[in-house]
């Protein structure tokens, strides 16, 4: 079992940064791997980022490439996802997400647990 808590989200300008933290408790979280995803009001939820267990790999949906960055502790058991240049498009609330396996993810039924959500507004 994996428990999941993110926090860091908020209202900024466009243009600004915000860095999400995902704070995991369980024994399997430094074996698995991770990914942030988010969603809009009346959209569906999308992948943002993944990394895998080590944090050799990671991988990102175009729309945040070179300005989002996920990356991990496995020391302290959390992912972080740090959100530069931030855009109006970029307000969803957005979730942290565990794997049963080591691998990337970018598929909501690849992540078997999953945070409450924390919210991040981007104003114009």
């Known amino acids: 079992q994996v428990q999941l808590v993110e926090s860091g989200g908020g209202l900024v300008q466009a243009g600004g940064s915000l860095r999400l933290s995902c704070a995991a408790s369980g024994r399997t979280f430094s074996s698995s791997g991770m990914g942030w995803f988010r969603q809009a009001p009346g959209k569906e939820r999308e992948f943002v980022a993944s990394?895998?267990?080590?944090?050799?790999?990671?991988y990102y949906t175009d729309s945040v490439k070179g300005r989002f960055t996920i990356s991990r502790d496995n020391a302290k058991n959390t992912v972080y996802l740090q959100m530069n240049s931030l855009k109006p498009e970029d307000t969803a609330v957005y979730y942290c997400a565990a794997k049963e396996g080591s691998g990337l993810g970018y598929r909501p039924p690849d992540y078997t647990y999953w945070g409450q959500g924390t919210q991040v507004t981007v104003s114009s």
């Open positions: 990394i895998n267990w080590n944090g050799a790999y990671t």
